[in-house]
């Protein structure tokens, strides 16, 4: 690792993949229980020597080869790590200071350490110890599309055959007048789809968890998955409870359906032309974020799926199978399917496009509809969040920005009367301007430095904080950890970093009090 790829890791700090060990004259078990988050996560890079905030203070140099040594040691005993593993810890050398630094890759296994298995969570290491939490690691790990699995006692009686032919029609639509599914018939259909499967590895045969939740009878669907629900919300006036309600148990067809007819009953549908015909905005954002957590949602997890509408935004949560953690921008953008046979059967009926099109839809729809833009953080719970403004309107928008002021009509015997004074006030100005100007550039000059400087040592999630802060000075950091999407525990990290570095200051008590930013936040 090069210095300046070193100096980068301080000014970011910790994150969910890469965590800074003070380590004086020994390890501490903190420094392993790093080691096997990173491992059932996403893979990290670990730095002893070096204090939470940055600061590096090295490891006594007489004793950096014997940590390597019992670093190595550890990680290799069967007793204390399961299963072990091999890492090649290497020797910084930083500012005169010894820094050890061990990557450690994502491993496709899951491991413990004492017999207590640890997950990461943003920057914090997390016992694990839930059974369903358990096994949604392992779910990770192996990549398994638990959409795949078959029920070989299921019957085609499970299934509702009445919405067949609805759903060939959709697929004829879609495809412009002519699709394969139109002559099939119900049976061929189904495993046309990949509804009705066999298990290589074991031999099964039958209807998979996909048919069963995509068509199957309701109480067929809280048969295989008891905890499967989408919970629809308005919290717009009762932000503690809500203003209206429903809990959705059915099929993902009609699932779809509900959520749609959901939004269209509480969200306003702005008026909007694209190409000179009328789009409508509001279901273009609804459907993609309704399709979205219909599709690519954990089945198996016991976490409830959301679609909430507030006053100022709306938002979707679902449990994930994640890749990585972190936002998604449709610069980053790697489409990855969470249940590629759902997706496909989506496609085909015109509810979804090509993968990673929701993103790229949203990214552009929501500043027609609110003028901002929408936020994606994938983790092992997914967040979609799109901005609400009902005061907002593009078209209104575009036509004051496109609006030319108009001319100032002038007095002219009113300006001939105010030069006589203007010319005594003159030479006193001209003193007062010059004296005023070098003072501000030499301001100015000593702010900017200051400000870039300081600019460079922040955060992303510190500059989100210092933004959200600047709305309402009176936030607290649960909502602050909400709307950012990060623990609290997390969000407090973040303040006193930005306390520590003189950009944030609390004024009056931590209930009542508010916030104050010694920084011109842009």
């Not at 299934?159 to 639509?173: C, F, G, K, S, W």
């Not at 279901?283 to 799926?305: G, K, Q, V």
């Amino acid at each position: 690792m090069t210095s300046a790829t070193f100096e980068s890791i301080l000014a970011v700090g910790e994150t969910v993949a890469v965590e800074f060990k003070r380590c004086g004259n020994g390890i501490e078990h903190d420094v392993y229980e790093s080691v096997c988050s990173f491992l059932n996560r996403f893979g990290g890079d670990l730095f002893l020597g070096v204090l939470d905030d940055g600061t590096v203070t090295g490891v006594p140099k007489n004793a950096a080869v014997d940590l390597v040594k019992n670093f190595i040691s550890v990680i290799s005993n069967p007793a204390i790590f399961t299963p072990t593993l091999y890492l090649a810890p290497e020797l910084l050398t930083y500012k005169g200071r010894t820094v050890v630094h061990v990557h450690v890759p994502p491993s496709a296994e899951v491991h413990s350490y004492k017999k207590v298995i640890y997950d990461r969570m943003d920057d914090a290491d997390v016992k694990v110890t839930a059974t369903a939490q358990i096994a949604a690691m392992y779910i990770r790990k192996q990549n398994i599309f638990t959409e795949k699995k078959i029920y070989p006692y299921a019957s085609i009686e499970d299934l509702r055959l009445d919405l067949l032919p609805r759903i060939r029609q959709m697929a004829v639509n879609h495809a412009g007048g002519r699709h394969p599914w139109e002559n099939l018939n119900d049976q061929e259909l189904l495993m046309s789809a990949g509804l009705y499967s066999t298990d290589i590895a074991t031999g099964e045969k039958g209807y998979n968890l996909a048919a069963l939740l995509l068509l199957g009878r309701d109480d067929v669907i809280m048969n295989v998955c008891p905890t499967y629900e989408t919970d629809a919300l308005v919290r717009r006036v009762n932000t503690d409870r809500y203003d209206d309600r429903e809990i959705i148990r059915t099929n993902l067809i009609e699932s779809f359906d509900q959520l749609m007819e959901f939004a269209r009953k509480h969200l306003p549908d702005k008026f909007f032309l694209e190409d000179e015909n009328r789009i409508s905005l509001r279901n273009i954002l609804a459907r993609e974020m309704i399709s979205n957590i219909l599709m690519h949602r954990e089945f198996t997890s016991t976490y409830a799926a959301k679609f909430v509408i507030k006053k100022d935004q709306m938002y979707t949560e679902n449990a994930n199978r994640a890749s990585w953690e972190g936002f998604i921008t449709p610069d980053n953008l790697e489409p990855n399917p969470k249940n590629p046979i759902i997706s496909s059967f989506f496609r085909t009926i015109g509810r979804a496009d090509r993968l990673g099109s929701g993103v790229r839809n949203l990214f552009k729809y929501s500043r027609f509809y609110s003028g901002q833009d929408p936020e994606f953080q994938e983790g092992d719970i997914f967040r979609i969040l799109v901005p609400l403004n009902e005061e907002y309107s593009f078209d209104h928008q575009l036509a004051a920005e496109t609006k030319k002021p108009s001319a100032v009509k002038t007095d002219p015997d009113a300006n001939h009367k105010k030069t006589a004074g203007a010319r005594r006030k003159t030479d006193k100005k001209t003193t007062a301007k010059t004296t005023a100007k070098t003072t501000a550039k030499t301001t100015a000059k000593t702010t900017a430095k200051t400000t870039a400087k300081t600019t460079k040592k922040r955060t992303g999630t510190e500059d989100k904080i210092l933004d959200l802060i600047k709305e309402n000075p009176f936030i607290t950091q649960a909502e602050l950890a909400r709307r950012i999407g990060l623990s609290v525990d997390g969000i407090r990290h973040a303040v006193k970093q930005l306390k520590a570095k003189g950009l944030l200051s609390r004024k009056g008590s931590n209930r009542y009090g508010s916030w104050q930013i010694h920084l011109k936040i842009e």
